[in-house]
């Protein structure tokens, strides 16, 4: 009797602790597969190499700035150095898909964009690239988020996103 007794305490005591190590894994691949597949997040990934003392010579970080590519499509070449980011400000009219094509000068320095799905590290040497549609009309921080240094609470930039007429 009391080894059944046991026997059986022990059993729902490990299947409390078996059941969430299934269920927790099977969850963070449920959350996996909507956010990759149905919010469309993805890690940035590495798009090609620069060298970081060249990066003023080298396309298209030679003509930092917004290009209109086709009808609503446009392609921002940027570059972060301590504390901005050049261009310093993006207008696009709603609608549009913006293709960022961005790198570093100097130390590690971060991108991310309020109200679009951008977050990427930028790394000196790497080229990071990202795409956004923007829908709705207004202005959208752009912000570094990677601690680059005393001043780094001021290293931001904008895209303005202005209304169809
Ligand atoms: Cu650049 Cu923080």
């Known amino acids: 009797m009391t080894t059944m007794k046991r026997g059986t ?12 190590s299934i269920a927790l894994p099977v969850g963070m691949l449920a959350a996996l597969t909507v956010t990759a597949f149905g919010a469309g997040i993805h890690l940035p990934t590495h798009e090609g190499r620069v060298v970081p003392t060249k990066v003023a010579e080298t396309a298209p970080f030679d003509k930092p700035g917004v290009v209109q ?3 609503g499509r446009y392609e921002v070449s940027m570059v972060a150095a301590i504390w901005s980011f050049t261009p310093n400000e993006v207008r696009v009219p709603a609608g549009s898909t913006v293709t960022f094509t961005v790198t570093s000068r100097d130390v590690v320095h971060g991108m ?7 977050n990427l590290m930028l790394l000196p040497g790497q080229i990071a690239r990202a795409t956004a ?3 709705t009309p207004g202005e959208y921080p752009l912000l570094c988020h990677e601690y680059c240094g005393i001043a780094h609470h001021t290293m931001w930039a904008r895209v303005i996103v202005e209304p169809r007429s």
């Open 9 to 20: 305490t022990v059993y729902l005591y490990e299947l409390a602790w078996i059941l969430p």
């Open 69 to 71: 590519v086709a009808s």
């Open 112 to 118: 991310f964009i309020k109200g679009a799905n951008i």
């Open 133 to 135: 549609r923007f829908d």
